[in-house]
DNA sequence: AGCTACTCCTGGTAGC
DNA sequence: TGCTACCAGGAGTAGC
């Protein structure tokens, strides 16, 4: 599912293909993927717009506009199965296509969204559509001193709490399983009764993993996930636990457990990461 | 405060 | 083979 570095590869990649282009039309064939924002306000917001930029918060893509000395913002959450594709405007039409815009060079941004939970919303800033979200795991704010008291002021399963996105923001459920596997931890451990030393092995693979994901443009596994280019990333060849149940555990060898922490698939090597008490 | 359950959705698949 | 039932899951919300 997209997180942290799918959503990154996709702003990368939609950069070059879309900043400085005017949308000249758009097509709006899902209401609920406008959240709650009407047909007319959206077709009134966005067309005859420039994109100004594209940026990425957490999960979110944030498209800048300017239209007439007044600036927008679209707000993008792909959650499932959304995806971005630039493709020409009299290409066949995109299967699950639920939000196109139509860009003045010819090309359309298609919103593409299989099972309809993403969301493109207009706003005028960020602020009315963002939710609370902590900060982000490759930048400056996450350091190891914030993260071991932030820590350490929660009593929750580190799981839950490291998916909890106005705690940190951007994990979802692959990242976490991995960073917890590379430090060890057991995603029902207590987020307060984590050694010092341990939250600095978190800190570093946390971080490790994102940025290590976001080099191989992200993961594919089940078809969903692929960049605007149509490629699917490559860092699900690193996965050490995540989708690998049964299969042996590449430190210890083990089989590796799949159980549910918090309502969500979780992958664990139970020899590495032992259960807590 | 933190947990669970429910909702939104549909394609894929396990089970019969 | 063909059908049905269930599952996956990010995040918002409600209830305990």
């Known amino acids: ?30 209401m609920r993927t406008l959240g709650g924002v009407s047909k007319r306000r959206f077709r009134a917001g966005v067309v005859g717009a420039e994109v100004l930029a594209i940026r990425r918060r957490a999960k979110y893509l944030l498209f800048d506009l300017h239209r007439g000395g007044r600036a927008r913002v679209l ?12 493709v020409p405007q009299h290409a066949d039409p995109e299967p699950w296509s639920r939000v196109r815009l139509d860009l003045s060079d010819g090309y359309a941004l298609v919103f593409v969204d299989v ?14 559509v963002l939710p609370p979200l902590g900060p982000e795991p490759l930048g400056a704010d996450f350091t190891e001193e914030w ?44 987020s307060d009764r984590v050694p010092a030393a341990r939250v600095a092995v978190l800190h570093a693979a946390i971080r490790a993993t994102l940025a290590d994901a976001i080099e191989r443009e992200g993961s594919s596994f089940d078809g969903f996930y692929r960049t605007p280019e149509g490629q699917p990333g490559r860092y699900q060849h690193q996965f050490l636990v995540y989708g690998r149940a049964g299969d042996p555990c590449r430190r210890c060898g ?3 457990t799949k159980l549910v922490v918090g309502q969500r698939g979780t992958h664990v090597c139970t020899r590495c990461q032992p259960v807590p008490r």
């Open 1 to 30: 599912m997209p997180e942290l570095p799918e959503v990154e590869t996709i702003v990368r990649l939609l950069r070059p293909k879309v900043v400085g282009r005017t949308v000249t039309g758009v097509h709006v064939e899902w």
């Open 75 to 86: 707000v993008g959450h792909l959650r499932m199965s959304g995806r971005f594709h630039v």
């Open 115 to 128: 099972r309809k939970f993403g969301r493109l919303v207009l706003a005028k800033d960020e602020g009315q």
């Open 147 to 190: 993260f071991r008291q932030a820590l350490g002021q929660r009593r929750r399963m580190l799981k839950p709490l490291l998916l909890d996105q106005s705690f940190l923001a951007g994990l979802g459920n692959i990242y976490v399983d991995e960073a917890l596997f590379q430090s060890r931890l057991h995603p029902r451990r207590r």
């Open 254 to 256: 083990r089989k590796i």
